[in-house]
T-cell receptor
Framework: GAVVSQHPSRVICKSGTSVKIECRSL??????MFWYRQFPKQSLMLMAT?????????EQGVEKDKFLINHASLTLSTLTVTSAHPEDSSFYIC????????????FGPGTRLLVL | QQPVQSPQAVILREGEDAVINCSSS?????VHWYRQKHGEAPVFLMI?????EQKGHEKISASFNEKKQQSSLYLTASQLSYSGTYFC??????????FGPGTRLSVLP
């Protein structure tokens, strides 16, 4: 149980285009989902906290107009990287906390974004 | 505030033991441990909530000190599959979840 999926797993796009990444909790409902980005050989950096039915909370330094987050349902959150630039290339990982309040996070497999 | 992890990296022979530490200057609400293999997402290992708590199984276990400012992860009789980067994640009271910088563990045959 507690499986989180991400789609796509890998995406290559041209500079200036927008990319949408989906995060789904497959066998549980998640009131809270997190979006992280990770650069090579570095730790995970929290970008934003996504709560179902409300606006996402962004970490300091993360542009909310560039990284649009929509938590449309208890099982789906999406991250849209708008007008992507090469510096946005990274490994994006989502995680979800079960609605039961279980104090843990279940991670998706990650999405590798390359902006040319 | 990012927790501090030590060591940064460790190389072991199969069957040897290792200890990875995670510390904070302030008391933590909880500590999580994750392992991440290259190119993959982190995998949850365990969570500690109470001061003085110890949990896990005989091969991989962790402790949380009484003041809830330090946690240690113990890897006993390491196996090749234990290789990866170990992150502690800490939640401070009233603050967001923050990952430590990671400890790179390499187990050699």
């Amino acid at each position: 149980g507690a499986v989180v999926s991400q789609h796509p797993s890998r995406v290559i796009c041209k500079s200036g285009t927008s990319v949408k990444i989906e995060c789904r909790s497959l066998d549980f409902q998640a009131t809270t989902m997190f979006w992280y980005r990770q650069f090579p050989k570095q730790s995970l950096m929290l970008m934003a906290t996504s709560n179902e039915g409300s606006k996402a909370t962004y970490e300091q330094g993360v542009e909310k107009d560039k990284f649009l987050i929509n938590h449309a349902s208890l099982t789906l959150s999406t991250l849209t990287v708008t007008s992507a630039h090469p510096e946005d290339s990274s490994f994006y990982i989502c995680s979800a906390i079960p609605w039961t309040g279980e104090e843990t996070q279940y991670f998706g497999p990650g999405t590798r974004l390359l902006v040319l | 505030q990012q927790p501090v992890q030590s060591p940064q990296a460790v190389i072991l022979r199969e069957g040897e033991d290792a200890v990875i530490n995670c510390s904070s200057s302030k008391a933590l609400y909880s500590v999580h441990w994750y392992r991440q293999k290259h190119g993959e997402a982190p995998v949850f290992l365990m969570i500690l909530l109470k001061g003085g708590e110890q949990k896990g199984h005989e091969k991989i276990s962790a402790s949380f000190n009484e003041k809830k400012q330090q946690s240690s992860l113990y890897l006993t009789a390491s196996q090749l599959s234990y290789s990866g980067t170990y992150f502690c994640g800490a939640r401070n009271y009233g603050q967001n979840f923050v990952f430590g910088p990671g400890t790179r563990l390499s187990v050699l045959p």
